[in-house]
T-cell receptor, first 113, second 117 residues
Framework: DAKTTQPPSMDCAEGRAANLPCNHS???????VYWYRQIHSQGPQYIIH???NNETNEMASLIITEDRKSSTLILPHATLRDTAVYYC??????????????FGKGTKLSVKP | ETGVTQTPRHLVMGMTNKKSLKCEQH?????MYWYKQSAKKPLELMFV???????ENNSVPSRFSPECPNSSHLFLHLHTLQPEDSALYLC????????????????FGEGSRLTVL
C-alpha cells in the first residue's frame, strides 16, 4: 500500500473551510484514497473516499489532483465538533471492503472559536 | 451510535488475571476486526475475521486470543498481559464484499480502555 504524508497538526477558525492536505506520490492506479477521523476517546469514523474523481458527501469534499499524487479533504464550514485527528489512507479496494486499513498518525485538526 | 457496541468500556486487570472484551454489531456485516491503539501510536490492526473465519493475525502475541462465534459477535480473550498492553482496543465491522450502494466502510465501536497493572 502506498505511503501517505500529512501535516501533524492544523488550526481552523470556526465557520471557515478546513482544507486538509495529503501527499501520496507513490499511489498505484488501483489504489483509492480514504479519509477517516477520530474524535477524542471515540473510534474512527469514515468520511469519504475516491479513486480519481472529486467526491462530495454530506460530511466533506475530496479533491484529488489529476496526477493523483496528492489530495485535499475539505470541511466546508468547520465547527468545534470537527476537532479530531484526520487520517488519509491509500489502499487498493479489495472487493469493495475497507477492511484491513492501515492507519498512520494523521493530522490533528483544532477548530477554534 | 455506530451500531457496534463494545463492553466493557473500561477494564483494569492484573498481570495474572483472565478477562475478555466483547464486541457486538447490529449492522448485518460479515467482517469484524480488532485494532489496538496505544498512547501516541497509530492504530494497529490485530485480527481480521471474515464470515467467522480468521483471515489475518498481524503477529499478535498469544496472550491475546480472539474468538468469533458468529458474524455478529467478536471476543478478545486476555490472559497474563503485560503493562505495555495497556491501550484502547477498538472493534470494527464492515461488509466483506461490495454491495450495491455500500461504501464498504469500517464502522468502529467506542473502544474498551484496558489498563494492566
Amino acid at each position: 500500500d502506498a505511503k501517505t504524508t500529512q501535516p501533524p497538526s492544523m488550526d481552523c477558525a470556526e465557520g471557515r473551510a478546513a482544507n486538509l492536505p495529503c501527499n501520496h506520490s507513490t499511489i498505484s492506479g488501483n489504489e483509492y484514497v480514504y479519509w477517516y477521523r477520530q474524535i477524542h476517546s471515540q473510534g474512527p469514523q469514515y468520511i469519504i473516499h475516491g479513486l480519481k474523481n472529486n467526491e462530495t458527501n454530506e460530511m466533506a469534499s475530496l479533491i484529488i489532483t489529476e496526477d493523483r499524487k496528492s489530495s485535499t479533504l475539505i470541511l466546508p464550514h468547520a465547527t468545534l465538533r470537527d476537532t479530531a485527528v484526520y487520517y488519509c489512507i491509500v489502499r487498493a479496494n479489495y472487493g469493495g471492503s475497507q477492511g484491513n486499513l492501515i492507519f498512520g498518525k494523521g493530522t490533528k485538526l483544532s477548530v477554534k472559536p | 451510535e455506530t451500531g457496534v457496541t463494545q463492553t466493557p468500556r473500561h477494564l483494569v486487570m492484573g498481570m495474572t488475571n483472565k478477562k475478555s472484551l466483547k464486541c457486538e454489531q447490529h449492522l448485518g456485516h460479515n467482517a469484524m476486526y480488532w485494532y489496538k491503539q496505544s498512547a501516541k501510536k497509530p492504530l494497529e490492526l490485530m485480527f481480521v475475521y471474515n464470515f467467522k473465519e480468521q483471515t489475518e493475525n498481524n503477529s499478535v502475541p498469544s496472550r491475546f486470543s480472539p474468538e468469533c462465534p458468529n458474524s455478529s459477535h467478536l471476543f478478545l480473550h486476555l490472559h497474563t498481559l503485560q503493562p505495555e498492553d495497556s491501550a484502547l482496543y477498538l472493534c470494527a465491522s464492515s461488509h466483506p464484499a461490495k454491495l450495491a450502494g455500500n461504501t464498504g466502510e469500517l464502522f468502529f465501536g467506542e473502544g474498551s480502555r484496558l489498563t494492566v497493572l
